[in-house]
């Protein structure tokens, strides 16, 4: 529940309007619990046959009766002390008894004179009323009735207005906590380590992002909506009930902490079931992400078949859990509704036995509770029962709104999981600024592992002067994008150091450093946007003039031009409409636009024809000059532009020389050369 209290402080700047709902919900509350009291007229007309004027008459008579006999009764027991006082001889010879009759008729006319209180004030509100029934309300019976059904349907619709606006001033302060939300969440996201990006997966990021934030937005909605209006809406019942008989309304009240139990029960099995439904959603998301975006190779090894056989898995998984939540969520109204009529009954039977026994008292255990000061009757006793039955509508409405508020703590839970994950590579704002890269790039004693007790890179050192151009070979899975993902800070080295002209990059200011690196990689990513976007991406400051220039240097220029669009075409989802080559080429033109002083390149040509591969390594012979060049290729020739080599062989660097020192030195480089030389003839 935290974390939902924490989602809530966005709608904290929003509270204006969230005042303004609740004005909304006090009045539409307020009209709720009065239309009930409407029952009572209707019945005593139709009962009675008596117009309102009569029957406010007669209601007067009988209170005013009430008051004389009252103040009757009270001068007889004062007569009847002083006329003792007077004869001076005293009923009981025994003082100390006299004493206790004195107190006991004291005690009696104060009883007397708080009833006599309560008749007048009763008095003066039956006035007040005769008043403006005789000033606004006909004689006539069936027009008095259709004047009060009138009245009636005047304050649903009055309600119904501030209803509306109840909920609109709700959405709309759901919205916009969403929208801030999900933008913090998106801020803190990209802020992320690689890491822990790629440990959650894009799938279940999806889904946190789209179906978790959507749930939170349901649970907000609630909280504002259902969870301050209906208990305002009991609230009047209660309070209007309570002026009709506080006692019995205490008796309907005695079911309410039964309820709340059950309601916290209810409540922890659906946050549980609903955490499993959020996992589950998000094993779907993962398997639509993968078959749709792997769709060739699907369809190629026609594995149709199984890839809906694994999804119908997990959606029946997402079904059977689901049913969990739908089962908590179905029980949680009807158990509510049981204990609400329960209560409900109890002082209804408790109201009918005063009515059918012109009581006051009730009798229970031995002990003696007054009721009411006058015996109930029946319409009031209905009107009772009326409000009861009124308060217990939001009371059942409350029951499905906890279940939802535990599902967005459920999504809220997994939503600030990420959002506080405190990214491991820090962004040292503060930390020194690198200048444009001049020196050198050292890499002390390095060692990398991406789990603990399997390490990827051991005791790597090497040092490269700046403009150097390296070239990293060695078999698949040697480490060598790993080394070079240690360059930008993608991760950190869990022992030893990088350093850049001599700063160590774990406290240079990251933006510095990354500013300084182009990265061309062997899966292009190009986003949904104009080509020209693409290339853009690089410098964002850069000219058409500068775009165009670097395209032509990354031999794009000419294709680009003869796609329908040119520059403007789009490039599609992941680049869908290029061939592998040209997004290469691309990516190529993004990484020279950048004129980064460290240049990554990996695997940068290989999706590219070999004419256009030639082509790519003469501009990159030009384009190195003054740049520290690091390739890693699997293509032997590609090594030529480097003017060293660097031999990786399982996270360790077995040699480094030139391709005729190492061809002479290195096993591994030979069997490198050797293997591309017979897959090149071949
Ligand atoms: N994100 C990751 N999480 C866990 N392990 C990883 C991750 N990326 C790579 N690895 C593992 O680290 C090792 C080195 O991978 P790396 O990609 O650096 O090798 P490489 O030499 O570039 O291989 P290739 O020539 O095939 O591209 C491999 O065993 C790989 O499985």
Redesign the pocket.
């Known amino acids: 529940m935290r974390n939902f209290l924490r989602t809530l402080k966005y709608s904290w700047k929003y509270r204006a309007r969230l005042i303004i709902s609740v004005l909304c919900a006090i009045a539409a509350a307020a009209l709720w619990g009065s239309n009930f009291t409407a029952i009572y007229p209707v019945l005593k007309i139709l009962g009675s046959r008596q117009n309102l004027h009569q029957w406010v008459d007669q209601k007067l008579k009988t209170l005013q009766d009430e008051a004389s006999r009252d103040s009757e009764n009270i001068q007889k027991i004062r007569d009847y002390l002083e006329e003792d006082v007077k004869k001076g001889k005293y009923q009981w010879a025994d003082p100390g008894l006299r004493k206790h009759e004195e107190l006991y008729l004291s005690g009696k006319i104060a009883q007397i004179e708080s009833r006599m209180d309560s008749t007048a004030s009763r008095i003066y509100r039956y006035q007040q009323l005769k008043v403006y029934v005789i000033k606004h309300l006909p004689q006539d019976l069936f027009l008095t009735l259709a004047a009060i059904l009138g009245l009636v349907v005047l304050a649903v619709a009055i309600k119904g207005f501030f209803e509306f606006w109840q909920e609109w001033l709700v959405g709309s302060v759901m919205n916009k906590t969403l929208y801030d939300l999900r933008n913090d969440f998106f801020r803190k996201t990209i802020q992320q380590d690689l890491?822990q990006i790629?440990e959650s997966g894009s799938a279940d990021l999806m889904t946190r992002f789209t179906n978790d934030t959507e749930q939170i937005g349901v649970g907000v909605k609630i909280l504002y909506g259902k969870v301050i209006a209906e208990p305002l809406r009991a609230l009047s019942c209660v309070v209007i009930a309570a002026m009709i008989s506080w006692q019995l309304t205490v008796l309907f009240l005695i079911m309410t902490p039964v309820s709340l139990v059950l309601m916290a029960k209810t409540s922890r099995m659906m946050k549980k079931a609903t955490r499993r439904v959020l996992d589950r959603m998000s094993s779907i998301y993962k398997i639509l992400q993968e078959t749709f975006q792997g769709l060739r190779v699907v369809k190629a090894f026609t594995m149709e078949s199984y890839e809906r056989r694994r999804f119908s898995e997990a959606t029946r998984d997402y079904a059977d859990r689901s049913m969990r939540v739908i089962t908590i969520d179905a029980l949680a109204g009807p158990l509510i509704e049981i204990l609400g009529i329960t209560a409900v009954s109890c002082a209804l039977l408790a109201g009918a036995y005063l009515v059918l026994n012109e009581k006051t008292h009730l009798v229970i255990a031995g002990m003696s509770f007054r009721m009411s000061q006058s015996p109930i009757e029946i319409e009031t006793l209905l009107n009772l029962f009326a409000l009861l039955v009124g308060m217990a509508d939001p009371i059942r409405k409350l029951s499905s709104v906890y279940t939802k508020i535990q599902n967005a703590s459920a999504a809220s839970d997994r939503v600030f999981q990420f959002m506080d994950k405190a990214p491991e590579v820090k962004p040292n704002a503060s930390g020194p600024q690198l200048e444009r890269h001049s020196k050198s790039i050292v890499f002390k004693d390095v060692c990398f592992s991406?789990?603990d007790g399997y390490p990827?890179l051991t005791n790597i050192s090497l040092k490269v002067a700046a403009g150097e151009t390296i070239a990293l070979v060695?078999?698949?899975?040697?480490?060598?994008?790993?080394?070079l993902?240690l360059l930008p800070r993608f991760y950190d080295p869990n022992h030893g150091s990088i350093l850049i002209d001599e700063i160590d990059l774990r406290e240079a200011n990251l933006r510095s450093l990354r500013k300084q690196i182009g990265i061309v990689t062997?899966d292009t990513i190009l986003f949904d946007d104009t080509i020209f976007n693409n290339i853009l991406y690089g410098n964002r400051q850069a000219t058409k003039e500068e775009v165009i220039e670097a395209s032509k240097k990354a031999f794009a220029h000419e294709f680009i031009l003869k796609l329908s669009g040119g520059y403007e075409t789009l490039a599609g989802e992941a680049g869908k409409s290029l061939s592998g080559g040209q997004k290469q080429r691309i990516a190529l033109a993004r990484a020279i636009l950048r004129n980064p002083s460290i240049l990554i390149l990996?695997?940068h040509t290989s999706q590219c024809d070999p004419v256009s591969e030639n082509l790519i390594h003469d501009v990159l012979k030009d384009f190195k000059k003054g740049r520290t060049v690091f390739i890693?290729t699997?293509k032997m020739h590609a090594v030529e532009i480097a003017d060293r080599i660097v031999v990786?062989d399982k996270?360790r660097i077995e040699a480094i020389g030139t391709h005729e020192q190492l061809i002479e030195s290195s096993y591994t480089y030979q069997r490198l050369v050797d293997a591309h030389a017979v897959r090149r003839a071949a």
Not at 474 to 483: E, R
């Open positions: 890491r790629q991406y789990h990827v060695g078999s698949n899975g040697c480490g060598k994008s790993t080394l993902n062997q990996d695997e890693i699997h990786l996270g």
